[in-house]
């Protein structure tokens, strides 16, 4: 394109530039031609599909796909005209990692959004495992940030190794490998964590997306899942940011692990002269005509006795956490209502006695 260097004749080949501008015409053009053609067939075949999963990765691969085959059609007429190879050999380092980059990031959403759509479309009378359900999304969001942070991390290597003194600053640390692994390892040690924590999280599953948890004191929904933390949501709209490391570390409940049906207490505090039998009936009368009881466990018992009160556990199950919330709530507020129409003296009353009554009770001595 430019002709040799003379510092007293210097000046642009112009019929160069515009055999290559007219050559990288002609090549771009073809791409987008053919681009055109692939994806108008591609299309029509996918609608004759029973799912919107394959134009959903259409979709997703179009863009880069469109760029890809741009890239080719000059890389392919570059070989031929030794004035557009040296200037487009130096970007095509740089622009083939990034778009292959790109295809292979957009592919892992593209089946992830897939997968997820697969899970939330259900055939008609199918019975929904919500345990099954949430263990799947939570491997398919960990799987694929994992994928996602591979693939930018791999890319922007392969596209800083292109530089030449990066590259040769590479090969110089990659020669001393015990200091090089030394400094890697202790650089990247967060990174690591998080990356092993958010795979060891995926395949343990000691918590799913949706799970009802309880984590230092807080009770709420896991709302997502990351590779270095996770978010859980609680009833007051609150968001708990907890480290992925500390559900892999330390205790904590999960109260859905296995599915949401789950037996509920609650306890009443009465005085022991209660009639224990009536409030029995009563309460089993009142959780077996509820909607939300699920005819799995139901039961009484006095699980403490004291001096001046007995504590009575009345339990009962339900379909759903939410639901077993609700039922233990109506039970609480049913049996006070009825221990203060039927039994009022079953209800504890804190009294004070004193022999002879009050010494300021007494009538005043007249002088």
């Not at 055999?19 to 053609?37: D, G, K, Q, W």
């Amino acid at each position: 394109m430019f002709k040799r260097y003379n510092p007293s004749n210097w000046e642009l080949d112009w019929v160069a530039v515009g055999e290559s501008a007219m050559i990288v015409a002609l090549a771009v053009s073809a791409a987008y031609l053919l681009y055109r053609v692939v994806f108008a067939i591609a299309y029509r075949i996918t609608r004759s599909s029973d799912t919107p999963i394959d134009d959903m990765v259409l979709r997703k691969i179009q863009r880069p796909i469109k760029w890809a085959m741009i890239a080719v059609s000059i890389t392919l007429v570059a070989e031929a005209n030794a004035t557009l190879a040296s200037i487009w050999e130096p970007i095509a380092r740089f622009v083939r990692p990034a778009i292959m980059g790109w295809i292979a990031y957009t592919l892992v959403k593209a089946f992830a959004a897939g997968l997820e759509y697969r899970l939330e479309v259900r055939e008609e009378g199918e019975a929904i495992d919500l345990a099954a359900s949430r263990s799947r999304k939570t491997r398919i969001a960990i799987l694929s940030r994992t994928a996602t942070f591979a693939i930018v991390f791999i890319t922007v290597g392969l596209m800083l190794l292109s530089i030449p003194g990066v590259a040769a600053i590479g090969t110089t640390v990659l020669a001393s490998a015990g200091l090089a692994a030394l400094a890697v390892g202790a650089a990247a040690q967060p990174a690591l964590k998080s990356l092993i924590a958010g795979l060891q999280m995926a395949l343990t599953e000691p918590l799913r997306i949706g799970d009802l948890v309880v984590v230092d004191g807080h009770t709420g929904r896991v709302e997502e899942i990351r590779m270095s933390f996770i978010t859980v949501r609680t009833w007051d709209e609150r968001v708990i940011i907890v480290p992925t490391s500390r559900f892999l570390e330390q205790s904590f409940e999960n109260w859905s692990r296995k599915s949401e049906m789950l037996t509920g207490p609650v306890f009443l505090h009465l005085d022991p002269i209660a009639e224990i039998e009536p409030i029995r009936i009563e309460f089993e009368r009142f959780v077996k005509a509820h909607p939300l009881w699920d005819q799995r466990n139901i039961g009484l018992l006095m699980t403490d006795a004291y001096p001046e009160s007995i504590a009575l556990r009345l339990s009962m199950s339900s379909k759903t956490i939410g639901d077993l919330f609700q039922l233990r709530c109506d039970v609480r507020e049913h049996m006070l209502e009825w221990l203060r129409a039927n039994q009022p003296n079953a209800l504890i009353r804190h009294r004070l006695e004193l022999p002879g009554g009050h010494p300021k009770a007494e009538e005043p001595q007249l002088p």
